[in-house]
């Protein structure tokens, strides 16, 4: 069963910063708490990593450093092509604690070893596929501005769009929402707004319990 993460950060407004929302997959998981908060600034259009296959690793914050030494010695065990080095590897992309990202070149398929590595990396919660950041709008209704962002993003001939993993229809799914912080929705609102735009783009079938891919919509509070 694979995962997805929206996790990122959205535009200043007022002189603050908003919510943030940021987009990934996730290979497999393992339950942990999440990160603490962290401050992003952030673009006001979807971010596309095309050019790279990523990963984002969660941890404690503070543990950044900790946990990119590990996946470095580790990655160095396995016989990848091409090798991880540290340039690879950012502490608190976009600012966010307790977040490692680990980027690879497009053209490389996803290794299995590498997932498997990954997500036996002792201080790591979470290991999830990252593709997207996007803004959580400063609106009245941030769950259907969210909406209207998301089924807003143009579809490539083939796929691709906030969660490429959808493309085709053919994949069922469930949205989770993980939020830090206080805000004027609920979890259960931004899994509803975020569920019905990616079923509008896609096709796809939205399921509570027979599902192929979770969608992890993650909310990280602004300051």
């Given at each position: 069963m694979k995962r997805i993460v929206l996790l990122g950060p959205a535009p200043r407004c007022n002189g603050l910063l908003c919510p943030r929302v940021m987009l990934g997959t996730c290979p497999s998981t393992r339950v942990g708490h999440m990160a603490a908060d962290g401050v992003a600034t952030a673009p006001t259009q979807v971010v596309s990593l095309a050019a790279c296959t990523s990963f984002i690793l969660t941890t404690n914050a503070g543990l950044e450093q900790l946990t990119a030494d590990e996946l470095l010695e580790a990655a160095a065990a396995i016989n990848l092509d091409p090798p991880i080095e540290s340039a690879d590897v950012e502490l608190r992309p976009?600012?966010?604690?307790?977040?490692?990202?680990?980027?690879?070149?497009?053209?490389?398929?996803?290794?299995?070893?590498?997932?498997?590595?990954?997500?036996?990396?002792?201080?790591?919660?979470?290991?999830?596929?990252?593709?997207?950041?996007?803004?959580?709008?400063?609106?009245?209704?941030?769950?259907?501005?969210?909406?209207?962002?998301?089924?807003?993003?143009?579809?490539?001939?083939?796929?691709?769009?906030?969660?490429?993993?959808?493309?085709?229809?053919?994949?069922?799914?469930?949205?989770?929402?993980?939020r830090e912080g206080a805000h004027a929705f609920t979890s259960l609102d931004i899994e509803r707004e975020a569920g019905g735009a990616l079923h509008e783009l896609y096709g796809a079938k939205a399921s509570m319990k027979q599902f192929d891919v979770r969608v992890r919509v993650d909310v990280a509070k602004g300051v």
């Open positions: 976009w600012n966010c604690f307790g977040r490692v990202l680990l980027r690879r070149p497009a053209t490389t398929a996803v290794d299995p070893a590498l997932e498997r590595t990954l997500t036996a990396l002792r201080s790591v919660h979470d290991v999830l596929h990252h593709h997207a950041m996007l803004p959580l709008p400063d609106a009245v209704d941030p769950p259907l501005a969210l909406y209207e962002l998301l089924r807003g993003v143009p579809l490539a001939e083939g796929g691709g769009g906030p969660v490429p993993t959808l493309a085709g229809g053919e994949r069922s799914f469930r949205v989770s929402c993980v």
